[in-house]
């Protein structure tokens, strides 16, 4: 399976394509395109019928090794057995089998033949569907370092879930350290002591005074410097990591596969959604051949994807216009993996994509509506790949909060919240809605309180989190500093 950037002149990509290998411990490419493969391989129905029946992590190798074939199988069968195990996605509801790694749970079966499933992602160690394709890359970092005897230094910024995500997935690993940067007193309790209280001696936390925004232009600044990246071996696991959406690609399969007995039942997704990185895995698990119907892209009050499926229109917002939410891990300017569904949607044609992200740069957005003036007219194309959207709000994040749990019984987080009220206005008679439960409601007790008056329930060893000693350093938003914490700890 050879990788190309979505930017390549088509001559350029035949003679510059790589491997698997090659773009995991990678970002962008050097055009600064994103990585996709130079095409979807394919599933056949027969695939599908045997593969209903496989563990979670055996489905993982099937899919995984589709996209890595420079990977012996064998070594990649033991990383997906080690990374899909109900020991790392225990914090299952009661109810539910932490075996089944994502299990079901039906919601709602209309009278008029509509289907209201949630598929719970986040019961791995952070309570949050990063983990999901973060504890994978952990393993496939240590196992490619250890093979090139190398060493890599993860350097990020996060305001919550990324960051204790990557922690988490990286701890104690060999020849892996991260230096996760986080504005100081800004994040909740919970996500604070989740992070600062790990001890292992390869994480560091660093608390910047400042806000999130100063933190991340710390890790560009840092990052700019080409000969101190190089140096210090730094690299990042941002969510364009294409092992990342690789690894998301495998829940698509499992959810269409666990609530059907045939490959002839309709199952559309809705996916809460902020960096496009969730669903466009299920764009391409659609593009492989699962018969997903819809995929429902919902947001929050940054409605930038929102606005692109209602009109053809992307427009980015500018940091100013972001708003702050109650579904914080929605809150961007950009969907910085929109480019690989723009990609396939223009024909993967990589001249056009790069115009097309060119003037996102310079106009702050394009428009393929095909009203006169626009850059193109491929919006009327947008029904065939299956994308439908929605918005949520504050006010009606709440009032699902209420209503799932009056009627249903069970606590959703405020992501879950945003996905599930736009999930409603979709529903389709005949038609099984999956909603992805991006996390677990106790990482936002704030708001679980306003909507109920209570607190979220926390799964066990979560119970006195805050209460644990932690291990951070708080740092001033200097460049020179953090790159001499950096070195003096890395001592390369
Ligand atoms: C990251 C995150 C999202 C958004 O996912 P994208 O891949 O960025 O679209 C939604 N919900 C939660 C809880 C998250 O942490």
Redo the contacts with the bound molecule.
Sequence with gaps: MQYVSTRAAALAAASSSQQFSDILLGGLAVDGGLFLPTAYPQVTGAELDAWRQLSYADLAFEILKKFATDIPEADLRALTAKTYTKEVYKNARKGEKASQITPLRVLEEGENGTKLVLQAL?NGPTL???DMAMQLLGNLFEYTLAKQNAQLNIFGATSG??GSAAEYAMRGKQGIRVFMLSPHKKMSAFQTAQMFSLQDPNIFNIAIEGVFDDAQDMVKAVSNDLPFKAKQKIGTVN?INWARVVAQVVYYFRGYLSATTSNDQKVSFT?????????CAGHIARMMGLPIDKLVAATNENDVLDEFFRTGVYRVRKSSETYHTS?P??D?SK?S?FERFIYDLVGRDGDRTRALFQKVETHGGFDLSGKPGADGDEFKLVAKYGFKSGKSTHDDRLNTIRDVADDYGIVI?T?TADGIKVARENLEPGVTMIVLE??LAAKFNETILDALGEDAERPEGFENIEDLPQKFVVMPPDVEKMKAYIAANTGL
Aim: net charge negative.
């Design positions: 986040s949050a569907f990063k879930d990324t969510s996916v809460p959604s902020g960096n496009f990185g969730n669903i579904s891990s929605m961007i969907a993996n987080d992501h991006t996390a």
